[in-house]
């Protein structure tokens, strides 16, 4: 499975940017995407996560009510829109896939199984 991510880019506060992830490869062993982000000298931390067959959504706190996860099955892309952008939001935007089968949390890196090489989002203040 590969991940691509793109749409990443620098941004004034308030502004808005939609990522995209397009996976390819063994797409259908795949049960749910994630969003991760990493700021410098910072941990990777959890955004969101969707499940490909019921499009279950799981957002950490810092995302609830300006980001928003959506997926396009015929295409394998995953979006993550994202409004009202501040400048802690600065950050490495990492897609990531699971496989279904391991019972880890879902907010956690060791979750996924497959990663993107991830994308710069800038926000200026």
């Known amino acids: 499975v590969q991940l691509v991510e793109s749409g990443g880019g620098l941004v004034q506060t308030g502004g808005s940017l939609r990522l995209s992830c397009a996976a390819s490869?063994?797409?259908?062993?795949?049960?749910?995407m994630g969003w991760f982000r990493q700021a410098p000298g910072k941990e990777r931390e959890f955004v969101v996560s969707?499940?490909?067959?019921?499009?279950?959504?799981h957002y950490a706190d810092s995302a609830k009510g300006r980001f928003t996860i959506s997926m396009d099955n015929a295409k394998n892309t995953v979006y993550l829109q994202m409004n009202s952008l501040k400048p802690e939001d600065t950050a490495v935007y990492y897609c990531?896939?699971?496989?279904?089968?391991?019972?880890?949390?879902?907010?956690?890196?060791?979750?996924?199984?497959?990663w993107g090489q991830g994308t710069q989002v800038t926000v200026s203040a």
């Open positions: 490869g063994r797409t259908y062993t795949l049960y749910r």
């Open positions: 990531a896939a699971h496989e279904r089968g391991r019972p880890i949390p879902v907010a956690t890196t060791q979750h996924y199984d497959y």
């Open positions: 969707i499940t490909w067959a019921h499009g279950t959504t």
